[in-house]
């Protein structure tokens, strides 16, 4: 299996510019998640879906952010405008909710807003 | 989440047993006990879960005691590719897909 894909792997973009990171889950699974990780706050959960449909984003920071699942192979997470305050490694993670729950992370999303 | 309380950081020495101690005194009694560790730069990845059963798998052994108030991740051969972050979680039953990670542990591997 290939695992959960992220991309793109860095970004450097300039303050006020839309970002969207992408992410696909892996096959068979129904829950997907996205995390941010700064040293200061560690790793917050922004939102998760559960077979598409977004159960809890109370962890977005703010209406600058969006997360969308159109289909269950495909997500994006949406900043726009983007702020420097938004730089992080943002992870996308899913699993197969019921089936114990181990959750599989990708290898994030390095954004840097100057 | 039960609250789970973890030592900031440890020493081991390679070759030598790791044992990564975590308090969650308030879970309750269908909460698992999930560990997790973040190795520099990368994902978090999964190491092992329990409910009171101690259990074992390729990676770890998790000891959970009588009460469930406590346990202990062991690595049983710690090697300088497990220097990493080490998170304890006590997701809440029914939400239990959805991880909050605290500060974890940080596992450093020397010689």
């Known amino acids: 299996d290939a695992g959960v894909i992220q991309s793109p792997r860095h970004e450097v973009t300039e303050m006020g510019q839309e970002v969207t990171l992408r992410c696909k889950p892996i096959?068979?699974?129904?829950?997907l998640f996205w995390y941010r990780q700064t040293m200061m706050r560690g790793l917050e959960l922004l939102i998760y879906?559960?077979?598409?449909?977004?159960?809890?984003d109370s962890g977005m920071p703010e209406d600058r952010f969006s997360a969308k699942m159109p289909n269950a192979s495909f997500s994006t997470l949406k900043i726009q405008p983007s702020e420097p305050r938004d730089s992080a490694v943002y992870f996308c993670?899913?699993?197969?909710f019921g089936s114990g729950n181990t959750i599989y992370f990708g290898e994030g999303s390095w954004l840097t807003v100057v | 989440d039960a609250k789970t309380t973890q030592p900031p950081s440890m020493d081991c020495a390679e070759g030598r047993a790791a044992n990564l101690p975590c308090n969650h005194s308030?879970?309750?009694?269908?909460?698992?006990v999930y560990w997790y560790r973040q190795i520099h730069s990368q994902g978090p990845q999964y190491i092992i879960h329990?409910?009171?059963n101690n259990e074992t798998n390729e990676m770890a052994s998790l000891i959970i005691t009588e009460d469930r108030k406590s346990s202990t991740l062991i690595l049983p051969h710690a090697t300088l590719r497990d220097t990493a972050v080490y998170y304890c979680?006590?997701?809440?039953?029914?939400?239990?897909?959805?991880?909050?990670f605290g500060t974890g542990t940080r596992l450093q591997v020397t010689l």
């Open positions: 879906f559960n077979n598409n449909v977004p159960i809890d």
């Open positions: 979680i006590a997701p809440n039953t029914g939400t239990a897909s959805k991880l909050t």
């Open positions: 329990g409910l009171k």
């Open positions: 993670a899913s699993t197969l």
């Open positions: 096959s068979g699974h129904n829950s």
């Open positions: 308030t879970i309750s009694g269908n909460e698992y």
